[in-house]
C-alpha cells in the first residue's frame, strides 16, 4: 500500500527490540531468535551511509590487525573462529550461499615505501601471533597474473577470508524471519526509553509505533545515540566515512588483493569492490570525485586492467567509531543494551558481538570482553540541579 500507514504491523510487545538492521543488528537477531527470544528489528532502510551495505565484506583479521588496542585482538580472532559455524548456521536456517571465501588476503607493494610499509605490518601481524608468508616476485604474479609489473613483493595472509556481505545480510533476514523475528526497514526510531519502550514513526505515511521490549539491543552504528533517552547516555560516537567504488569485473582477481593504498575484492557475483576512504566529514553522504580519483587510481597501479572495466556503484559508508576506537557493546542502562562502534571491523566482529550479547541477554553471563568495551566507560556524572 503506497503511502499508507502501516502502524499495525509492529507489535504491542516484544522479547527483545533491535534498533538498526545493518550486520550488528541482523546477527545480534539470529543469534537470539536461534535460542528462542521473539525479536523485531527497526530500521530505517532509506538513509544513505548504512556502513554494511557499502562495505566490501572483508573478514580480516590480519591484513587489519594494524591497531593494538586492549582487548581488541582477542575478540578480532575469536569472532572469526566463530565464523564458519555462524553463516553454516544462517545458510541452513536462510537455504542461501553466502559465499564465504577463505582463501587469505595477498598484501602487496609497489614500490619501495610499499616494501618498508609491509616490514612495518609484518612485525605488527607477528606481534599478534600471525606468520605472513613472504612471497618474491614471481610467486605474487603466479598467483594473481593480472597485477602490474610493478610489483616489488608481497605478503600471503592466509587467515584472511571474506563474504559477499550483502548475501549475507539477505541470508540473516530470511534466517530471522524465519526463526522468531521480524524485521521492519521503513522505520524511525525517535525514542529508546530505559524501561524498554521505544517509539517512532513509518517512513511511509504518518503512522506511529510504540513497542514495549522486555530488553533492547541499540546497534544502529554511527546513529547509536538517537533517542536514547535519559541523562549521561549520551556516547561519544562519531562517523569515518568510506567511499567505495564497485566495478562489473569477471574474474581479474582470484582474491582480495591489498596495497598500503587500496584493497580489491572479487565478488563471486562478478564484481570487483575498491576500497576505501577514511575521512572525517561527519554524516556528509555525497561521493566525491577525489576520493574516487584516488581508489581508481591506485587500484590501477596494481591491477591495470580494470581501466576499461563498467563502472557500477560508488558508495558511501559512516563507519561508527568510539572516542577510544573500541567496540561499544554492553548494558547501558535499564533495559537498554548497546552494539556498535566497530569502526573498520564490523563484518569481522559479527558473529562475535552476537555472541556476547547472546550470554548476556539469554544467560545473564558476562563475558570478559565486555570489560573491554562496556557503554559504562564513557559515562558522565549526571549533574545536579540545586534550588536557586
Ligand atoms: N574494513 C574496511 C574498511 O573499513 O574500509
Known amino acids: 500500500m503506497d503511502g499508507g500507514i502501516v502502524t499495525t504491523e509492529i507489535p504491542q510487545r516484544v522479547d527483545v527490540g533491535i534498533v538498526g538492521g545493518g550486520i550488528i543488528g541482523l546477527a545480534v537477531a539470529h543469534e537470539l531468535a536461534e535460542r528462542g527470544r521473539e525479536v523485531v528489528i527497526l530500521d ?18 590480519v591484513a587489519e590487525a594494524d591497531v593494538e588496542l586492549p582487548g581488541l585482538c582477542e575478540f578480532r580472532q575469536w569472532s572469526h573462529q566463530l565464523y564458519p559455524e555462524f553463516v553454516a548456521r544462517v545458510e541452513e536456517r536462510a537455504g542461501v550461499d553466502c559465499s564465504l571465501r577463505r582463501d587469505g588476503t595477498l598484501l602487496v607493494a609497489l614500490d619501495r615505501d610499499h616494501a618498508a610499509e609491509l616490514e612495518r605490518l609484518r612485525d605488527i601481524m607477528r606481534d599478534q601471533g600471525f606468520e605472513p608468508q613472504p612471497l618474491g616476485v614471481k610467486d605474487v604474479l603466479d ?34 524471519e524465519r526463526g522468531r523475528g521480524r524485521v521492519f526497514d521503513d522505520v524511525v526510531v525517535e525514542r529508546v526509553a530505559p524501561d524498554g519502550v521505544v517509539q517512532g514513526h513509518h517512513t511511509r505515511g504518518d503512522g506511529r509505533f510504540e513497542l514495549e521490549c522486555e530488553q533492547v539491543v541499540v ?29 562489473h569485473a569477471p574474474a581479474l582477481l582470484r582474491r582480495v588483493v591489498r596495497t598500503p593504498d587500496v584493497y580489491m575484492v572479487p565478488h563471486a557475483a562478478g564484481e570487483l569492490v575498491l576500497g576505501a576512504s577514511v575521512e572525517e566529514q561527519g554524516f556528509d553522504a555525497q561521493p566525491t570525485a577525489g576520493a574516487v580519483f584516488d581508489l581508481l587510481r591506485h587500484a590501477w597501479r596494481a591491477l591495470p586492467g580494470i581501466y576499461d572495466l563498467p563502472l557500477k556503484e560508488i558508495s ?11 567496540p561499544v557493546i554492553g548494558r547501558l542502562q535499564g533495559r537498554v543494551c548497546v552494539a556498535t562502534g566497530h569502526f573498520r571491523n564490523g563484518i569481522l566482529l559479527a558473529p562475535g558481538t552476537a555472541r556476547l550479547l547472546g550470554q548476556l541477554l539469554c544467560d545473564a ?18 549533574e545536579k540541579t540545586t534550588n536557586g
Do not use: Y
Not at 551495505?53 to 572483508?58: D, E, L
Not at 546513529?223 to 549521561?232: E, T
Open 44 to 61: 530505517d532502510g532509506a538513509r544513505p551511509g548504512n556502513a554494511t551495505h557499502a562495505s566490501a565484506g572483508m573478514i580480516a583479521p
Open 143 to 176: 598467483m594473481e597474473p593480472g597485477l602490474s609489473a610493478r610489483v616489488v613483493g608481497g605478503l600471503l595472509l592466509e587467515q584472511d577470508d571474506h563474504i559477499d556481505q550483502r548475501v549475507f545480510m539477505q541470508a540473516l533476514r530470511i534466517a530471522v
Open 219 to 247: 546497534a544502529a552504528g554511527s546513529w547509536s545515540n538517537v533517542g536514547l533517552d535519559s541523562p549521561g547516555a549520551e556516547l561519544p560516537l562519531r562517523p569515518v566515512r568510506g567511499q567505495v567504488v564497485r566495478l
Open 316 to 326: 558511501v559508508g559512516f563507519r561508527p567509531v568510539s572516542r577510544d576506537h573500541l
Open 365 to 382: 553471563v558476562q563475558h570478559a570482553l565486555l570489560g573491554h568495551f562496556e557503554p559504562q566507560r564513557f559515562a558522565q556524572p549526571v
